[in-house]
């Protein structure tokens, strides 16, 4: 079991550490300052920050001792905008989308055998690749570049953004992002090229003509069984979904219960038939279903789905659990989840019950396991 | 030559200090202030070279008009200060 866990909040980069005496905060760092998005990196024990300060801009961190010390290494920087580039429209707005980092929404390791390679996803939909622990970094032209990128549009914030990146653990030069809004796309050879997948996708967010567009889809997280990746699940913004051919054709579930509606997933390390969620009313409520806080769990490969309620506040609670805030240790046992309102809550039994860390902590945007 | 300071908010976050630097302009006595401390143009600039949106310069007591190429004149006397804009919540 993982004995640590980091939190970025918009006030700051929380470590909590199981003890003697269970689950404990014990260590802030950067206090006032949001964070949001952190990385542990089990390759080399390397804890990576995006500190996003409100008037200076976004920076990143890193930490060769969990957290105790930190040094400031590059921020993705979007190279000069050519001359001759045209602006990419926002299609539901008709303004020009930013040429210029807005925030950094994800950051994963590369692969194991690549030590020092990092991804990291971005507001206004730039992907980012660092060869060197972050010393550098230099944006993915190929992706960027993509005429599609002027089909993308925001969903969360103003303008598009990369959220999750998984690479593959059988051969790193595969790599799967998924943009909110602009699909999920692909590349098999490093980052050099690119498609985006998704039959059996659908939204309802759009004219019904383009409901099954791969990218105009709104997959608010992706995430893939480390021992068997090519099984997917996504939380999408009108329904969960899974793959079992490495994204290309997904399934869609509506039995979820209490709701489909949600940002987070998770899942299983070594069982891809087990997959959690957070359920709430959709989009236009975005709050517990009935004022009950629960944890959906699948361990069946979704023909069903249960509520799992033991610990978690049943009346008159609101929290939203943002797209980065639930997440599964390796034991597949020790889950860990926190919400907008600024509690935390960790099982150790595969979500059966849970215990709250803290209520009294800042609006949570990224839970990870050390 | 003008002087350039800072917020002392940026003290927190990274290197300043005070600096009396060539420039006939914004952008030249910045140019000369990040050779001295190079991390500190992140704080200042965004990744397009423009002034960050909640950040505000000062010359001699005007903000400067050109956000994005900094080219409002100084004079040798000038005085510019990097503060934070009072904007947003």
């Known amino acids: 079991m993982s004995g640590k866990l980091y939190l970025g909040t918009r006030k ?51 930490s060769g001792d969990g957290g105790a010390t930190w040094e400031e290494r590059a921020s993705p920087m979007y190279p000069p905008k050519p001359d001759d580039a045209p602006d990419v429209m926002c299609p539901m707005r008709s303004k020009p989308v930013p040429w210029s980092l807005e925030k950094i929404w994800s950051l994963e390791a590369g692969g194991k055998a690549e030590p020092g390679v990092l991804w990291c996803g971005t507001i206004p ?58 699909g999920v796309w692909e590349t098999p050879d490093g980052g050099a090229t690119w498609a985006c997948h998704g039959e059996g996708i659908v939204n309802d967010y759009m004219p019904p003509e383009l409901a099954s567009d791969p990218v105009t889809q709104d997959p608010h997280r992706i995430a893939w069984c480390q021992a068997a990746p090519d099984t997917i699940w996504m939380q999408h913004h009108n329904g969960i979904f899974r793959s079992n051919d490495g994204g290309k054709v997904w399934e869609r579930f ?22 959690w969620f957070v359920p709430g009313i959709k989009d236009e409520q975005r709050v517990p279903t009935e004022g009950a806080l629960c944890v959906m769990r699948t361990r069946d490969g979704g023909k069903t789905f249960e509520p799992c309620r033991k610990g978690l506040p049943q009346e008159h609670a609101y929290h939203l659990v943002y797209r980065h805030c639930l997440d599964v240790s390796g034991d597949g046992r020790t889950l860990a989840f926190g919400s907008t309102t600024g509690s935390v809550w960790i099982s150790e039994d595969g979500g059966d019950s849970w215990e709250r860390i803290s209520a009294e902590l800042p609006p949570v945007y990224c839970v990870r396991f050390a | 030559m003008p002087t350039v300071e800072f917020t002392p908010n940026l003290a927190r976050q990274t290197m300043i200090r005070p600096c009396r630097v060539d420039g006939a302009t914004v952008a030249e006595a910045l140019r000369a202030v990040f050779e001295e401390l190079p991390a500190l143009r992140g704080y200042v600039l965004d990744d397009q070279g423009a002034v960050r949106t909640h950040v505000v310069i000062f010359a001699d007591g005007t903000s400067v008009r050109d956000r994005k190429q900094l080219s409002d004149p100084l004079r040798p006397d000038s005085e510019v200060f990097v503060m934070q804009a009072l904007s947003g919540g």
Request: net charge positive; hydrophobic share 40%.
């Open chain 1, 254 to 275: 509506t039995n979820g219960n209490p709701s489909v509606f949600g940002f987070a997933v998770a899942v299983h390390p070594t069982d891809p038939a087990k997959a």
């Open chain 1, 12 to 62: 700051a980069l929380i470590e909590v550490e199981r003890g003697s005496k269970g689950w404990r905060i014990t260590r802030p760092s950067f206090s006032g300052v949001q964070v949001p998005m952190l990385l542990p990196d089990a390759r080399d024990g390397m804890l990576y920050a995006a500190v996003e300060h409100g008037h200076f801009g976004t920076k990143f961190h890193a």
């Open chain 1, 125 to 182: 939909g730039g992907l980012f690749k660092s060869t060197d622990s972050g010393a550098s970094w230099s944006l993915v032209e190929s992706l960027w570049n993509n005429p599609a990128r002027a089909k993308w549009f925001g969903g969360g914030y103003d303008w598009p953004g990369i959220h999750s990146v998984c690479v593959d653990p059988r051969d790193h030069r595969r790599v799967l992002v998924a943009v909110s809004c602009g």
